[in-house]
């Protein structure tokens, strides 16, 4: 029985890296039965039948799993903004960030195309509410640098609102990942932005890339009852003032004796990311609990 990482899933296959070889894996048929399946971004134990065929048999305890795309284990997601065009509204930050902080997930943040436009309100806000920001350039290679050691040795998923750069910053990084994608493109005869299919990269720094197309969208299938349920922990900057709110069950909206809201009113809470908070929060409002043990 040997361990290893699940790379990509197709059509039923599972291909496995053990570290010495690429495995092509079959899932056994108990984990179809317990409702569960195998992701990208899996670490399995899995038992070799020999000329490079293998069974998966246990999937080893994950630290997150999302459902589209369908993918574990990432350490970090990589949110890409821009101040130049296309600007980032910092709501499409905060609504990943806060799936991120729900899913135990790092968030780093790059300004891309800071050649254009240094985007200092964006990196006001957001170096002000704790996170980790730095100002890159896929034009110059500004910040690459710097990046290196944040993703190296991690498994990071790119995400960004179209035109921001993903693909230009990981071409930078290295310029065989183009190469790679490409003939993973070539191979199942399609164009990329039609595919489900999931792939980990690594890159020539060591770090593991999610790419899939389904992270310009994700966020959508993971806003969901728990993080209705638990809003206010994801947004990380609430939570030293949470416990010091007048009644139990606040919602951080518009209560009086609300220590989340003398907070934003003294300056220690940035105006956006609350503006973001009641955003996110009239949007999960309509979800109820008997619609989602119903969708379960």
């Given at each position: ?35 569960i399946s195998p992701l ?160 980990l990269f690594r890159l ?79 949007e999960l409002k309509p ?10």
């Open positions: 029985m040997g361990e290893g990482r699940i790379q990509k899933a197709l059509s039923g296959f599972y291909y496995v890296d053990t570290g010495t070889e690429l495995l092509t894996c079959r899932a056994r048929g108990k984990f179809r039965k317990d409702g990208v971004g899996d670490w399995v134990e899995v038992r070799e039948l020999g000329n490079g065929q293998g069974f998966i048999e246990r999937i080893c305890p994950r630290r997150n799993a999302f459902t589209r795309p369908a993918v574990a284990n990432i350490d970090q997601l990589v949110i890409i903004a821009s101040g130049a065009i296309p600007k980032t509204d910092p709501f499409l930050i905060d609504r990943v960030a806060a799936i991120a902080e729900l899913k135990g997930c790092d968030v780093l943040i790059l300004l891309n195309k800071c050649d254009l436009d240094q985007a200092d309100e964006l990196y006001d806000i957001y170096h002000a509410s704790g996170f980790r920001i730095l100002r890159v350039s896929a034009e110059t290679g500004e910040g690459l640098e710097e990046l290196i050691p944040l993703i190296s040795g991690k498994l990071s998923a790119f995400t960004g609102n179209s035109g921001v750069g993903k693909s230009s910053i990981l071409n930078a990084l290295d310029p065989a990942f183009q190469l790679q994608v490409g003939e993973v493109s070539n191979a199942l005869g399609r164009g990329r932005h039609t595919t489900r299919h999931v792939e020539a720094c060591g770090a593991e890339i999610v790419d899939s197309p389904g992270f310009s969208s994700f966020e959508t299938e993971e806003l969901n009852l728990e993080l209705k349920h638990r809003l206010p922990e994801t947004f990380r900057e609430f939570v030293p003032y949470t416990a010091d709110c007048r009644f139990v069950g606040c919602s951080h909206t518009k209560e009086k004796g609300c220590a989340v809201l003398d907070a934003l009113r003294q300056g220690r809470i940035q105006k956006s990311r609350h503006a973001s908070y009641l955003r996110l929060f009239e979800l109820k609990d008997w619609q989602e043990r119903q969708k379960n």
